[in-house]
């Protein structure tokens, strides 16, 4: 018994690590994303990606590339991929340069309510009133954040203006494809593994990053960022805690603790990014700003309780 307690506070541990990796990725990508631009941040992010996660896969699965995966995972999973990775990821990198990665992963968590809803008219899955609480909390949380920074950035401008509101809307298209990337990913991962699936989403994401820089010729743009060693070493660390290190705690997470627990605290990004962005990006932070987060974050657990 008490061996099996030790275990499930390991999994809401390691979903704790979960939450501080992709805190540390965000604002590490925040900084290559200014050097190098969005498409080379991009590309190079799933291609260290595909590199690390099938590591990961070698260690879960004893295979390094997912097999006997059916058609039907294939179709779902590379549109669940093209959707939150490059779609989304998109939204995300340009919105971290608008208004900051602090705002921008605030932004993100209302997927969490996006795909509550759209759950709710596809799936036909209960919300209930604690969720229906959640969701009014999470984007009450999400509004008072984005008024009071908007306010703030007439004294500290993280960017202001129409580039912060266009940051803004950014932020929020990234969190619908965030939320449609995740619905795709429940009809694609039903019967296969998590990492498989996690695999088959940045496999589609590399290949179609590939087509862009191709096809927009943005290849001089990658090509500078490999060699600008400040660059890439971001760009690689970045993935290390994103792809990597995210991940893979995020995978033991769901093994061991409950998955509402889980998705609870992995989603603590939005407040734990403050301090880092109060202490080493030296940014002014209201009160209310701090308050906003809070509540959006603690409305988010609110979508887990039955």
Known sequence: MRSSKVIVKMGEAAALITAVSWTAAAM???????????????????????????????????????????????????????????????????????????????????????????????????????GVLGITGTVLGIGITV??????????????????????????????????????????????????????????????????????????????ALKDFQSFSLIAAGSVFGPFIGVGALLYALQHAEAGIVATISSLTPVLIIAPSIILLKKRISYAEIAGAFIAVGSVSLLFMH
């Open 28 to 130: 590490i990508f925040e900084s290559a994303s200014s050097r190098a631009g969005v498409t080379a941040v991009n590309t190079l992010k799933v291609l260290f990606g595909t590199v690390y996660l099938s590591i990961l896969a070698y260690f879960f699965s004893d295979q390094i590339i997912p097999s006997g995966i059916p058609l039907k995972s294939w179709i779902f999973m590379s549109a669940s991929g093209v959707v939150g990775f490059i779609i989304g990821d998109f939204f995300l990198f340009n919105s971290y340069l608008m208004v900051g990665s602090r705002i921008a992963m605030l932004l993100m968590a209302a997927s969490v309510p996006m795909t509550a809803v759209a759950s709710y008219f596809i799936f036909g899955e209960t919300i209930g009133y604690w």
């Open 147 to 224: 008024v009071s920074g908007n306010r703030n950035s007439a004294v500290n401008p993280e960017s202001g203006g129409s580039d912060y509101i266009k940051g803004v809307v950014f932020g929020i298209l990234s969190a619908v494809a965030m939320a449609g990337g995740t619905l795709l990913t429940k009809v694609g991962a039903a019967d296969i593994s998590a990492i498989a699936a996690t695999q088959i989403r940045i496999f589609a994401a590399f290949a179609g990053f590939v087509l862009i820089v191709v096809f927009f010729r943005k290849t001089g743009e990658v090509m500078d």
